[in-house]
């Protein structure tokens, strides 16, 4: 396995400054983060380290150099919109770059792009799987034609008012995920892995590893910790932040330890990158950094340094 982070904890910086950053902590790698250029109101959204507009092989060369120089690199191009919302008109721009990013990981090599599912909030599951079968099948041949797996994070996307009740990401839950590999078989189709979300959702984290083993193309460190005492008078009901927290990894109620067991039973190789979206450490840059450190401090007891 590979150590990485996620790139969007460092928004002002630009990819060198990332790629030194993970250089000089000890990371093995990075998820770059690819939305369109400009700025969006939701947090860590609308962070560009890569853009796929008009990407082309100049880009690629600029990219390979620098990954060189500092010995990083990519693990996937991360862009998370919501290709299901309401609006189609928007709609339909997300899904053009998300086409947008699959090309630049296809030219830079990379052949792994992570990205949500989206979804109409105000309908049930049922209620969004035609909006899906119309849109995810298109997505997924174009990723089959430029062969670069698609990982989907399995974040609903529901926490605060304007995403309630149903979220904006339907791949939530393993009983979604087996509808949508049975209607989308394809092997380009996967998962973004996140055990942070099925645990303040209540769920076993573990068991979806060995149950969608072949499905897992990339992992994200997050933790969580459930504040029982707002929940027991909050209830499940409520927006899900009122009684949950993310966390560092080591900081909150994953079993990190039981986690990478697991990972290894199934035969995972791939990339492990930390999520830092933990708002004690979101003041300044350098907490942000010194969430990285602490992170990479902590997950190297389970991904040790290869030579």
Known sequence: MQLGFVTAILPDYDLKQVFQAASEIGYDCVEVMC??????ARRYAGITHISAEDFTKSDVTTIHQLADEFGISISALGYYPNP????????????????????????????RM??????????????????????????IQFAEQQEVR???????????????????????????????????????????????????MHMDYLAPIRDFADRIFHVHAK????????????????????????????????????????????????PVCVEVEDRAYEDS????????????????NFIPVRA
């Open 150 to 200: 698609i990982g989907i994070e399995n974040c609903p996307m529901s926490f605060t008012k304007d995403e309630w009740p149903g979220g904006k990401n339907l791949a939530c839950t393993p009983a979604i995920w087996q509808r949508m590999y049975a209607d989308i078989p394809s092997e380009y189709f996967g998962l973004n892995y996140d055990p942070s979300h099925l645990v303040w």
């Open 223 to 270: 933790d969580v910790r459930v504040d029982q005492h707002r929940l027991d008078q909050v209830g499940i009901l409520a927006h899900p932040l009122e009684y949950h927290t993310p966390k560092l990894p080591g900081l909150g109620q994953v079993e990190w330890g039981s986690f990478f067991s697991q990972l290894n039973e199934i035969g995972y190789q791939g």
């Open 84 to 111: 299901l919302t309401p609006d189609l008109e928007e709609a339909q721009k997300y899904v053009e770059h998300i086409q947008k990013v699959i090309s630049a990981s296809r030219m830079l090599g990379i052949n």
């Open 114 to 139: 992570n990205t949500f599912i989206g979804r109409d909030w105000r309908k049930s599951v049922d209620e969004n799987w035609p909006r899906f079968l119309e849109t995810w099948p298109e997505i």
């Open 285 to 300: 840059t350098e907490s942000c950094l010194a969430a990285l450190r602490q992170c990479h401090t902590y997950l190297r």
């Open 35 to 40: 939305w369109p250029e400009g700025k969006d």
